[in-house]
């Protein structure tokens, strides 16, 4: 655990080293959402509701699938693409860890320093626009709960997606497709009960719901307690499915690599 | 005006060698044109899932807010393929690669310009291309000679502005310390706002995007006029205004950058 630890830190360096990355990842994305509140704000002047969404509804949803979104926001593929390109990458393999166990790690230190500074950020834009008046206790523990288990979504989707670098070398097309991927059917741009009929129904039982729109549902009531029970159970449902998915398809990958020098 | 010539030639020159460097990634080419449909579907599949809930977004139809879409993609496309260079002077300097262009009796903004190209934007403009018509199609729009003429001007006004809006953002790494320099990145983004009609915004963002940042006049204005939605005649008598406003800050924005320039190698 101690080994993990160190991972945990090393991480949450990075995160700070690269944080003009950061930042700019956020701004951009903040400014989607702004964009968003908007295009909303003016959709609800001709109309009350909108799918059973009212705007005081809107309001928040779209500042906390912000908040889901921007935790854990960088992606590690281009990392791992150029690692594998230069034969890094056996550097990591060989070290007597989990590899994916150390990529997790890392990767949550870097989410501590991301989910500190979103927070601050959409806390207050959150509260200047919306007030105390929707919080709650209970809710707010489980969105916490259900946000922690959608990081964990999000990282075995990205892990999978990781593996993909092994076999070309278009690392970016890999990110940008991962990244649409996961914000359109997570719920990171429109809540999914407004898909149309069909594609309501395929994203039900897609894993990426877990990813925004769960915890964004929890937090802003739309789930009853015991939905949001049996939504978080979906989540542990995925990260078992994804992870075993992701071990399966990382001992075919590695077995892929070969290296000169390295 | 011979001069003008030869550097039309060399820029031509400059890029067939850069399309040549590009059949080493052929299937990352195939790659890229796959990943740039679904993208630009899903971007697509977000506005009509909008507005299968609702009709009209501050007045506009979603036909529309596609023509919109089809000026922003046109005109990124554009840069991609023609002055993806813009984009690369970040590096450039960080790395002391300019001090070569510096000693070619070639302008530096002209190999600045070439320094790079995206295949990648063809594949945008052709699909910008094939939103435009569709919207157009859709909408009710009584097309004459002027008009034509007046959507050509348009779409080359809104790649000249956005064109300089990276230059001017990526030259700014002259006066910036470090290795990055995110404007450019930020730039970019915030042609999301442009993707919907700007009377939605409140006043501050309005002037913000409308004249700070010139994006109103990428897709707002142009569209709106041939539309001929109510307000955007004036806005879009300022255009060509703010093409040469643009393009002069540019060239003044090189030169003063050049004169500031301190080369890192040594």
Not at chain 1, 169 to 175: I, Q, R
Not at chain 1, 193 to 213: C, D, H, S, T
Request: proline letters at 3%; a positive charge.
């Amino acid at each position: 655990m101690k080994k993990y630890l160190a991972y945990i830190r090393c991480g949450f360096l990075e995160g700070c080293a690269y944080r003009s990355t950061f930042i700019t990842g956020m701004l951009a994305n903040f400014i989607q959402a702004v964009v968003l509140y908007y295009v909303w704000k003016s959709i609800f002047t001709y109309q009350e509701a909108v799918n059973g969404y009212t705007w005081e509804i809107m309001k928040q949803y779209v500042f906390v699938a912000f908040l889901c979104n921007s935790v854990f926001s960088m992606g590690f593929e281009m990392n791992i693409a150029e690692r594998i390109v230069k034969g890094d990458i056996i550097l990591d393999l060989l070290k007597p860890l989990s590899y994916r166990g150390m990529l997790f790690f890392r990767m949550l230190g870097t989410a501590g320093l991301e989910f500190a500074a979103t927070f601050v950020l959409i806390g207050s834009v959150y509260l200047s626009v919306n007030g105390l008046q929707y919080l709650s206790g209970t809710r707010t523990a489980l969105f916490l709960i259900s946000l922690f288990l959608g990081m964990g979504v999000k990282f075995c989707i990205q892990y999978i997606f990781s593996l993909l670098c092994f076999y070309t070398d278009n690392s970016y097309g890999v990110t940008k497709a991962r990244e649409i991927l996961t914000n359109f059917f997570s719920g990171a741009l429109i809540p999914l009960a407004m898909f149309p009929g069909v594609l309501r129904e395929i994203v039900k039982y897609l894993p990426f719901q877990g990813i925004i729109y769960t915890p964004c549902c929890i937090f802003i009531g739309t789930f009853s307690v015991e939905e949001s029970m049996i939504s978080i159970f979906l989540q542990i449902v995925w990260i078992v499915v994804l992870g075993l998915l992701g071990s399966l398809l990382g001992k075919k990958a590695f077995g892929v690599i070969s290296m000169y020098g390295g | 005006m011979q001069k003008y010539g030869t550097y039309i030639k060399l820029y031509i020159m400059f890029q067939v060698q850069n399309i040549k460097s590009l059949a080493q990634y052929r299937t990352d080419f195939l790659m890229m044109v796959f990943f740039t449909l679904f993208s630009q579907g899903c971007n697509l599949g977000l506005i009509c899932i909008i507005y299968s809930n609702i009709p009209q977004v501050g007045g506009w139809t979603m036909w529309e807010i596609f023509l919109l879409y089809g000026f922003l993609l046109f005109s990124e496309g554009f840069i991609n393929f023609f002055f993806q260079g813009a984009w690369k002077i970040t590096n450039m300097i960080h790395m002391a690669e300019l001090d070569r262009f510096l000693v070619r009796p070639v302008p530096v903004g002209l190999q600045l310009l070439t320094a790079k190209i995206d295949f990648d934007g063809l594949n945008k403009m052709v699909i910008a291309a094939a939103v435009l018509a569709v919207g157009f199609g859709k909408c009710e729009i009584s097309w004459d000679v002027k008009k034509v003429i007046l959507l050509l001007v348009f779409l080359a006004e809104a790649c000249i502005i956005r064109v300089c809006m990276i230059w001017i953002a990526s030259c700014a790494s002259f006066w910036m310390e470090g290795k990055k320099n995110s404007l450019n990145y930020f730039v970019i983004s915030l042609g999301e706002m442009a993707k919907y009609p700007m009377v939605i915004y409140p006043p501050v963002f309005q002037g913000i995007f409308g004249y700070l940042i010139p994006y109103a006049f990428v897709s707002f204005y142009p569209v709106g006029y041939l539309l001929g939605k109510e307000g955007t005649g004036a806005g879009a008598l300022g255009i060509p205004f703010f093409c040469v406003l643009m393009l002069a800050a540019s060239c003044m924005v090189l030169r003063q950058g050049l004169a500031n320039y301190e080369s890192s190698s040594y």
